[in-house]
C-alpha cells in the first residue's frame, strides 16, 4: 500500500501484481484538499496478476469525499472488435483491478489530474469488456 504526496506530482508509478501470492497492490492518491488542480500522475499496471488474490486497487483516499470522473476504454488489440471495446465511465472513489475476476489487466495505464474538487481519470486496459474488471466503486 502506498500514499502519494503532492510533491509527487508528475511520477510515474508502476504496479506489477504478477506476484504467485494474494498480495493486494493499492495506490491512494493525497486527499483533493491536499491536490490543487494541476497535481498529476500516471498509473501503469505492467504485468498480469500471477495470483487471483493479487489485485490492484487505485483510490481517492476520501471516502464519501472527492471521486475519480472520467473513463476507461476496455479491450485491447487481440480483442478489437466493437463487441469487445467498452468504456467503463468512472464516477466513484475506488477503482479495483480485480484478479478474482480476471488476471489479465497487465498493460494498463491510467492518468488522473486534480481539477480541485475531483480527479480526471482517463486510462486504457486490456481487461476484456464483458468481464466486471476493472470494479468502480466508493
Keep these: 500500500a ?15 501484481p504478477s506476484t ?13 484538499a491536499d491536490a490543487p488542480a494541476g497535481v498529476w500522475y500516471e498509473l501503469a499496471i505492467i504485468a498480469d ?13 476520501a471516502a464519501g469525499g472527492a471521486n475519480f470522473v ?6 485491447g488489440a487481440a480483442n478489437h472488435t466493437a463487441a469487445s471495446q467498452t468504456v ?5 472513489g475506488t477503482l479495483t483491478f480485480d484478479a478474482s ?6 498493460n494498463t ?3 488522473v489530474v486534480s481539477n480541485g474538487t475531483n480527479w480526471i481519470l482517463t486510462g486504457q486496459t486490456t481487461a ?6 476493472p470494479v468502480a466503486s466508493n
Design 128 to 133: 476484456v469488456s464483458g468481464v466486471s474488471n
Design 49 to 61: 496478476a500471477g495470483n487471483a488474490g493479487a489485485d490492484v486497487i487505485i483510490n481517492t483516499g
Design 109 to 111: 495505464y491510467i492518468r
Design 20 to 32: 504467485d501470492s494474494s498480495t493486494t497492490i493499492t495506490v491512494t492518491l493525497p486527499l483533493i
Design 101 to 106: 475476476v480476471s488476471t489479465t489487466f497487465g
Design 70 to 75: 472520467g473513463h476507461v476504454t476496455q479491450g
Design 2 to 16: 502506498r500514499t502519494l504526496l503532492r510533491g509527487e506530482s508528475g511520477a510515474l508509478i508502476t504496479a506489477d
Design 88 to 92: 467503463l465511465e468512472v464516477a466513484h
